[in-house]
């Protein structure tokens, strides 16, 4: 059975914040659904409004805040993608940046098949609760 995607997710992470866009397949531009403070829990909350988890695609750009909301996404179950921005296509003379248009963009582009994902793939390896570091890298440092 072919996993139906209902809502395309575009998201513009920042330290404090998280913008969010959504778009559903068709022709139909991306609607921006408002920011919330960074907080995995209350992302989720606002992902729950869509449907459930196989049946919504997240796409973030890579940036500082790392990978952590990549992994907490796709252990809810989340189809989930983190864009490098190197590879993410911009039009010619488009200088005006703001997160609201950021979480737009990515949403129409990552409905279209216009990303490429950066390539980051999650360890299968046990993680150290305290430290992040994968259980067989601890084992041999010690």
Do not use: W
Request: with cysteine; aromatic share 6%; net charge positive.
């Amino acid at each position: 059975m072919e996993k139906v995607i209902k809502f395309f997710v575009g998201l513009d992470v920042h330290k404090d914040s998280i913008s969010i866009a959504i778009c559903e397949p068709g022709r139909e531009p991306a609607r921006f659904a408002g920011t919330i403070r960074h907080d995995v829990p209350t992302l989720l909350k606002v992902l729950r409004k869509y449907g459930e988890a196989a049946q919504v695609s997240v796409v973030y750009e890579a940036g500082p805040t790392g990978y952590g909301l990549y992994r907490e996404l796709a252990a809810h179950g989340y189809q989930c993608q983190a864009i490098a921005l190197s590879l993410t296509p911009h039009r010619g003379g488009d200088r005006i940046k703001n997160d609201r248009r950021e979480c737009l963009r990515l949403a129409e582009l990552s409905r279209a098949g216009e990303l490429k994902a950066s390539g980051y793939r999650m360890p299968r390896t046990k993680h150290c609760a305290t430290c992040g570091v994968p259980a067989k890298i601890r084992e041999h440092a010690t």
